[in-house]
């Protein structure tokens, strides 16, 4: 079981903005301990989205940010497209369990 | 554009010794950290553990018994045993690169950046 908290679902209409949770502790969210989010296709690997809490790295689209408070954190995907529908996990850093990923959010474009 | 490609046998007997290699390529293994990361059918991400190119290792507390990662620097290439599988080890088994930076206020972060295709292990008899 995973100490980092999602939704298992979310949906959107194409044009929408959806968002994804992330909720923790303060032994892994929260100051010093950032939160990194992946996009995982059908039947593909996962690839980087953003990290460091809100930073995208080269390529991926304006439409995704990343946001941090408290031991939360979210990942918002605005004017929602039929090729985002996919999982979506976040990944921190815990201090007694090292590297974990959240549970994982499929979000289905409606 | 560093590429990771994992290989290994597909299946394997329970209590046995499931082993896997990453092979690098488009960049060293060297001064970077390597994780192994798994996915059983439909579930969510595990991480497994991660090698420093000098050998240093960091296992997940809940496999670390059964856990030990290897590194050849001469090949660009790292390696997994995890020993006494079950069917709960079943999984799509990832390679790939543990990158670290520093946030705006100069923490540590810890991040995945490149992944391989990922192969799927199962154990069965």
């Known amino acids: 079981q995973s100490v980092l908290t999602q939704p298992p679902s979310v949906s959107g209409a194409p044009g929408q903005r959806v968002t994804i949770s992330c909720t923790g502790s303060?032994?892994?969210?929260?100051?010093?301990?950032?939160v990194h989010w992946y996009q995982q296709l059908p039947g593909t690997a996962p690839k980087l989205l953003i990290y460091g809490d809100s930073n995208r790295p080269s390529g991926v689209p304006d439409r995704f940010s990343g946001s941090k408070s408290g031991t939360s954190a979210s990942l918002a995907i605005t004017g929602l497209q039929a090729e985002d529908e996919a999982d979506y996990y976040c990944q921190s850093y815990d201090s007694s369990l090292r590297d974990v990923f959240g549970t994982g959010t499929k979000v289905t474009v409606l | 554009q560093v590429q990771l490609q994992e290989s290994g046998p597909g299946l394997v007997k329970p209590s046995e010794t499931l082993s896997l290699t990453c092979t690098v390529s488009g960049g060293s293994i060297s001064s970077s950290y390597w994780s192994w990361i798994r996915q059983p059918p439909g579930k969510g991400l595990e991480w497994i553990g991660y090698i420093y190119y000098s050998g240093s290792t960091d296992y997940n507390p809940s496999l670390k018994s059964r856990v030990t990662m290897s590194v050849d620097t001469s090949k660009n290439q790292f390696s997994l045993k995890l020993t006494s599988v079950t069917a709960a080890d079943t999984a799509v088994y990832y390679c790939?690169?543990?990158?670290?930076?520093?946030?705006?206020?100069?923490?540590?972060?810890?991040?995945?950046?490149?992944w391989g295709q990922g192969t799927l292990v199962t154990v069965s008899s």
């Open positions: 790939a690169r543990r990158s670290v930076g520093y946030d705006s206020s100069g923490y540590y972060m810890y991040y995945f950046d490149y």
């Open positions: 303060s032994s892994n969210i929260g100051p010093g301990y950032d």
